[in-house]
Structures are given as C-alpha cells and as structure tokens.
C-alpha cells in the first residue's frame, strides 16, 4: 500500500548545517524525514516559495524536456529504505506506457515538486522511518552528521535491532530541530 505525503518543510540543523526534508502523511500524522544535501534542499525550497532562478536549474530543465517529449510525471514514490538509505522511483507516462526511472529521493522530490505530481511512500518505509514530531521539536539540535544517498543494493536485508537502533538516533535527531526559523511550507510563509 502506498501512503500519500506533500513536502512540509526543508529543515536545517543549526549545528552541522545538514539538511532534511519532511515528508507529511496527507491522511495522518506521521512525517518521514530524508537527508538530502544542500543544494538539494536549496532547489525544493526555491520552489516551494515560488523563486525562479536566473537560469533553470536541473530539475527546470528535466520538467521541460519531459514536456518537450511529450511525457508526464504521473508520481514519486519513496519505495524502500535499505542501511538507512532511502530509494525512490520516478513514474512517467509517455505514448501510452508507463515507465520508471530509479532515482535519489531529493531528486524526485525536487522534480515532483516542480510537476505538481504525488509523492507517494511505501507503507513498509513508513513504518519503519516515519516520526510524529512533537512540541519538543523545538529543542537545541543536536550534531548528528549526515548520511549520503547511494545507489540502491541489489536485495534488501531484513530489519535488523542494529537498524531500529540507528533509526533511534535519527529519529531523536529529527524530534531536536529547530523548526522556526527554517520551515519552507508549501502554503507560503
């Protein structure tokens, strides 16, 4: 089963600057928070606040050659989550076919946004990455480095209590940031 979500903020850790996008269940409370590197964060957020770049990034200019080629972007979706590191798969509608294209999450996010199309997580990663951030997300941040995306593996391994045990740490990193001062929402601020 396939959760909806929408981007509820680009979030910065006043320590060590790494950044994290949260993911929000459309129909519930939970949040699934991605490491994503800077620039990443910087073209999500551009977005998200309606600012256009000088020149198209990126994702600008995959948006418009998918349109250019006659193609769709039709969902996103966060599909697995393997030694702390999120996969996602963009889903394009061309001539009548649907292909998928394996991507870095950051990546579809960043083109979802830009196509108002769905982002969709696996009922299984979020289960087991997702938060409920509470009112003591307002807490110091803590400094907890950041880990890099990497190409998907070939087979998933079964959760292990040394993979609950690191999703812990994130997940008490993620319930310390501070959320004032670096909340991008979708509605504008």
Same mark, same amino acid.
């Given at each position: 089963?396939?959760? #909806?979500?929408?981007?509820e903020?680009?979030?910065?850790? &006043? ?8 993911l929000?269940?459309v129909?519930?409370e ?11 964060? *910087?073209?999500?957020?551009?977005? $998200?606040? /309606? ?9 600008? $200019?995959?948006r !418009?050659?998918?349109?250019? %080629? ?25 001539a009548?076919?649907?292909? #998928?294209? +394996? ?12 196509t108002?199309? @769905?982002? &969709?997580? +696996?009922?299984?990663?979020? +289960?087991?990455?997702?938060?409920? %951030? ?7 941040? !803590?400094?907890? #480095? ?18 609950? #045990?690191? %999703?812990?740490?994130? @997940? *008490?990193f993620?319930? !310390?940031?501070? &959320? *004032? +001062?670096?909340d @991008?929402? @979708?509605? /504008?601020?």
């Amino acid at each position: 089963m396939m959760i #909806e979500t929408t981007v509820e903020s680009i979030r910065v850790s &006043l320590v060590s600057q790494n950044r994290v996008v949260i993911l929000k269940e459309v129909d519930g409370e939970r949040h699934l928070p991605i490491w994503i590197g800077a620039y990443e964060a *910087d073209a999500i957020a551009m977005e $998200l606040q /309606g600012v256009t770049p000088q020149r198209p990034l990126p994702y600008d $200019l995959m948006r !418009s050659m998918l349109t250019d %080629l006659g193609a769709t972007v039709s969902q996103v979706v966060i599909s697995n989550l393997s030694d702390q590191i999120f996969f996602a798969r963009i889903k394009l509608d061309h001539a009548g076919q649907t292909l #998928e294209i +394996d991507a870095r999450p950051s990546d579809a996010i960043a083109l979802a946004v830009r196509t108002n199309t @769905r982002i &969709l997580v +696996d009922e299984t990663v979020m +289960d087991r990455a997702s938060v409920t %951030l509470g009112e003591d997300a307002d807490d110091t941040v !803590s400094a907890l #480095e950041s880990e890099p995306e990497a190409e998907p593996a070939k087979a998933e391994k079964p959760r292990s209590a040394a993979d609950d #045990e690191r %999703l812990s740490v994130f @997940r *008490d990193f993620i319930n !310390s940031l501070d &959320l *004032d +001062d670096f909340d @991008r929402k @979708r509605s /504008g601020s």
